[in-house]
């Protein structure tokens, strides 16, 4: 079975700075996928980055990148120049194939983030 | 185009009650997925349909809840005799699960279910 471990339950960083959300996973597959999901308070989960466990590239989205440390099973999320709209719950998530054939992820508890003005 | 819509986006119920959940997935995805966010934790995976069938329903908690899904897209979720642990949010994805392993879940609003 597969784990996530977000231990940062909640963090708090000034408008403008730079912030790194720790995930780190648990499995044997050696092919799968990892998301960073975004929920505010209006609930809705909107996905941040994605990044696809064979390749070695970190991926990048705006402001938004990721270190990929396959060997280590980690998975950060790093923020830069965060804004007041980053403000959200970031979830941690992991992608593998079950038995029946469907994507199934596997969410770690989440790390309420609020930007200060 | 619109995104995945769920239906009410609040419930508030009496124990004992049955409570029914919808969700609109977006068009063309032939993948729908149901999971549980209880307070203060992460999402827990419910169920998945493809088209109508439900492959896996690993993730029912009991038999008091079912699911359903007509016409390969509105999908409905029942909680028959609730209980007050069955309060949580309920989300609802889609996915167009065509390639089996690289497909991104698009999220609805959720619904906040309230078992008093």
């Known amino acids: 079975a597969q784990t996530v471990t977000q231990s940062q339950p909640e963090m708090s960083v000034q408008e403008a700075e730079t912030v790194t959300l720790s995930c780190t996973y648990d499995t044997s597959e050696n092919n799968y996928y990892l998301f960073w999901y975004k929920q505010p308070p209006s609930r809705q989960m909107i996905l941040v980055i994605r990044?696809?466990?064979?390749?070695?590239q970190n991926a990048t989205e705006n402001r938004f990148s990721v270190n990929f440390q396959k060997a280590a099973k980690s998975f950060s999320l790093k923020i830069s120049d965060s804004q007041l709209g980053d403000t959200a719950m970031y979830f941690c998530?992991?992608?593998?194939?079950?038995?029946?054939?469907?994507?199934?992820?596997?969410f770690g508890t989440g790390t309420r983030l609020t930007i200060i003005p | 185009g619109a995104g995945v819509s769920q239906s009410p986006s609040n419930k508030v119920t009496e124990k004992g009650k049955d409570v029914e959940l919808r969700c609109d997935p977006i068009?063309?995805?032939?993948?729908l997925y149901w999971y549980r966010q209880s307070l203060g934790q992460g999402l827990e995976f419910l169920i998945y349909?493809?088209?109508?069938?439900?492959?896996?329903k690993s993730g029912l908690p009991s038999d008091r809840f079912s699911a359903e899904r007509t016409g390969g897209s509105v999908s409905t979720l029942t909680i028959q005799r609730t209980q007050q642990e069955d309060s949580a949010v309920y989300l609802c994805?889609?996915?167009?699960?065509?390639?089996?392993?690289?497909?991104?879940?698009?999220f609805g609003p959720g619904t906040r279910l309230l078992v008093l």
């Open positions: 349909f493809q088209g109508n069938s439900a492959p896996d």
């Open positions: 068009s063309g995805h032939t993948a």
């Open positions: 990044q696809e466990a064979y390749k070695q």
């Open positions: 994805a889609s996915s167009y699960g065509t390639s089996g392993y690289q497909e991104t879940q698009y």
């Open positions: 998530a992991f992608m593998t194939v079950s038995n029946f054939g469907n994507e199934k992820l596997t």
